[in-house]
């Protein structure tokens, strides 16, 4: 097997571990095809290498539906990590926390976009205004404006187009920050940068696991994460986005 081989060596405590215990446990729900993990060490990790190819419509339906069955294998809870792991996990460089919970938007707001915000505000990417909306949207969220009754879904946590490799028998799943989550974050992050055949492979996904009636509306609450994450670090244009999609929060409540 062809290997690649990722390293850092300011990797702090804990940063290849867990995403060596994320992707093994998004491997076990034997839906969507999983990066194997063929060593682990304090400063990297040995991956399978995986041949790219284009992107199809085929490998698009097939991995619509292969999310689906890994969402479906489910977790403990709203934020619990992988099973075994214990303490933070990544998502890019930065930490998150996760500690389980009963209830997603207690678990969602506190741990997913108000870590980030205190970040986005001193860097300057966000202004003290804007924090305030984003304050707002994640109260209502954790008052349970967006919880339903669906259980906690098994997330790869960090799928943007980047970590979607499309290879020669279909599409691979790379840099996880696997947790227990609400499987529309999961789509809703994959909206956020662009994906080739995007509406087919949620058209695909829909047919095996149904989505629920207005979905596409709370898209920008479930990109609140991700927008805060770059918000942090990587301009003022996100935190424009974010306070945007806080906006649109605030609107739906």
């Given at each position: ?23 093994r ?13 063929i ?5 990297r ?20 539906a ?25 998502i ?33 990417n ?17 008052a ?19 970590n ?24 809703a ?36 994460h991700?927008?805060a ?25």
């Amino acid at each position: 097997m062809e290997q690649h081989v990722k390293t850092r060596r300011d990797a702090p405590a804990g940063f290849f571990a867990a995403e060596a215990a994320g992707l093994r446990w998004l491997a076990e729900a034997g839906g969507a095809r999983i990066a194997e993990v063929i060593e682990v060490a304090d400063r990297r990790i040995v991956l399978e290498r995986i041949a790219e190819a284009r992107p199809s419509a085929e490998a698009a339906d097939a991995f619509g539906a292969a999310l689906a069955a890994t969402h479906d294998a489910g977790a403990e809870a709203f934020g619990s990590p992988p099973p075994g792991w214990t303490g933070d996990i990544f998502i890019g460089s930065r930490p998150q926390p996760a500690r389980p919970k009963p209830t997603w938007g207690v678990f969602y707001a506190a741990q997913r976009v108000e870590p980030f915000v205190p970040i986005a505000l001193a860097a300057g990417n966000l202004s003290a205004s804007g924090a305030e909306v984003v304050d707002r949207a994640c109260a209502l969220i954790a008052a349970g404006a967006f919880d339903d009754d669906e259980p906690p879904a098994r997330l790869h946590g960090d799928l943007w187009a980047g970590n979607v490799l499309w290879g020669e028998e279909g599409v691979v799943l790379i840099d996880p920050a696997a947790q227990g989550g609400h499987r529309e974050t999961d789509l809703a992050m994959l909206a956020l940068f662009g994906c080739p055949f995007l509406e087919r492979i949620v058209d695909a996904y829909d047919r095996v696991r149904p989505l629920r009636d207005g979905c596409s509306e709370r898209v920008p609450v479930h990109q609140l994460h991700p927008l805060a994450v770059h918000a942090a670090g990587h301009g003022p244009s996100y935190g424009r986005a974010l306070v945007d999609a806080a906006e649109q929060t605030l609107a739906l409540g």
